[in-house]
Every structure is written in structure tokens, then in C-alpha cells.
């Protein structure tokens, strides 16, 4: 089966712009995620979806950051304005159901932001 | 653990020689756990899981031990290869205040194969 996709693969911008992602799970998965990867760290969630509704958005940075995904299908991860600390991968993930432990997560290879 | 700073711990084994990656996680809560296999510029790839219940599983060359009393869990690969040179991840699977389930990663460690 195809993977999770994401796109652009590498974006280089100046802080204050504004950047946008783009992930295409696996066909059939309801629960998509989207995480931060800073350099030299782990993976840290920032927002999960079931279908195109919002789980959990704790650890998103609302004030600059959005994400949304209709159609429960493919999500867009928003980025206005970019600050120099957003330099990171951005990877999306995604899961047959809630319940990774039952299911799986499968991750895209990520789009590498950098903010100069 | 979450790693701070730039700095991965590392770990250099001779090609064919045994490896032991080791982590420590953070919630006494979590049932799941998962080892990731990160190569540069490539999303992490599912080595080997092990639930609550169990204290050791084994895959083709990889063991996973997890250890609940101290919450440690180790990853053993077998007879190394130079295609085992990645950062590893270890993460934790637990339910969130929120209900859900959410994926948790622990401190990387950069292993290196040494030809």
C-alpha cells in the first residue's frame, strides 16, 4: 500500500512568512497526526484528528499555528508567522482507527522547515 | 525523557557485534510501547513493539526488554549491520487527558555501525 505523503519535502523561509504543509495519510485511515521533530529530539505530537474533527490540540502553538483537515481525508498544517524556533521536521502520521497500540502508526517522511 | 539540546547520545559498534540501546519513559500508565528506526531524512520506521503484559519480545535480530518496575525499556539488536547505522526512538503509548491515545518519544540515540 502507499505510504503517508507529504509535501513540500524542504521549504526555506524568513521568519515573520507564512508556510504551509500538506499530508495524504494512508487511504482508509481515520486518525491523522501531526508532529514537531526539532533537531537532535524526538517526535513531539502537536494535533490529532479523528475524520476532520480535532482530538487533542494541547500542544499546538494556536496562536501562530493551525491545522485542519477536511474531508477527513488529507490536512494542511499552517505556519503565520514563522519564527526562527520553527526550524524542525514537521512529520505526519497516520492510524486505521484511534488505539496505535491495535492499529499502528505509519509516518510520512516530513518536510524539513527552515527559518532564516 | 524528552533529549534537550542538539546533542543525541551515541553508541559505535563493530559491524556483526551485538548492540544495546537503552531508554527510560516517563508514565507509569502507558501499555504500549513502540522502537523506531529514524534514517536521515526519513520518518521513523517501526522496528519492534511489547505491551504492559509482557517483559520481553523477540523479532527477526531485534529483542525488546521492558522493565516496569524501574520504566526502562532496552532495545538488542543482533550481529549489526551497516544498514542498522539510524537514530532509535523509543515511545511510549498511553491515553491522554483527553482521552485519546498519543504516542509519546523518548530520547534518541544515534547508533553507528562501524564497518
Known amino acids: 500500500e502507499a505510504g503517508v505523503a507529504q509535501s513540500p519535502r524542504y521549504k526555506i523561509i524568513e521568519k515573520r512568512q507564512s508556510v504551509a504543509f500538506w499530508c495524504n495519510p494512508i487511504s482508509g485511515h481515520a486518525t491523522l497526526y501531526w508532529y514537531q521533530q526539532i533537531l537532535g529530539q524526538g517526535p513531539k505530537l502537536l494535533i490529532q484528528f479523528q475524520n476532520n474533527g480535532v482530538v487533542d490540540d494541547s500542544q499546538l502553538p494556536k496562536d501562530r499555528f493551525s491545522a485542519e483537515r477536511l474531508k477527513g481525508v488529507d490536512s494542511t498544517l499552517k505556519i503565520q508567522p514563522a519564527k526562527l524556533e520553527d526550524s524542525a521536521v514537521y512529520l505526519c502520521?497516520?492510524?486505521?482507527?484511534?488505539?496505535?497500540?491495535?492499529?499502528?502508526?505509519?509516518f510520512g517522511s516530513g518536510t524539513r522547515l527552515t527559518v532564516v | 525523557g524528552e533529549s534537550v539540546g542538539l546533542h543525541l547520545p551515541t553508541l559505535s559498534v563493530q559491524e556483526g557485534d551485538n548492540s544495546i540501546i537503552n531508554c527510560a519513559y516517563s508514565n507509569s500508565a502507558s501499555d504500549y510501547f513502540i522502537w523506531y528506526k529514524q534514517e536521515s531524512g526519513k520518518g521513523p520506521q517501526f522496528i519492534i513493539d511489547?505491551?504492559?503484559?509482557?517483559d520481553k519480545r523477540q523479532g527477526q535480530r531485534v529483542t525488546v526488554l521492558l522493565n516496569k518496575t524501574v520504566k526502562h525499556l532496552s532495545l538488542q539488536i543482533a550481529a549489526t549491520q551497516p544498514g542498522d547505522s539510524a537514530v532509535y526512538f523509543c515511545?511510549?503509548?498511553?491515553?491522554?487527558?483527553?482521552?485519546?491515545?498519543?504516542?509519546?518519544f523518548g530520547t534518541g540515540t544515534r547508533l553507528t555501525i562501524i564497518p
Open positions: 502520521a497516520s492510524s486505521l482507527a484511534p488505539g496505535g497500540d491495535i492499529y499502528g502508526y505509519t
Open positions: 511489547i505491551r504492559s503484559n509482557m
Open positions: 515511545a511510549e503509548n498511553s491515553r491522554s487527558n483527553f482521552g485519546n491515545e498519543k504516542l509519546t
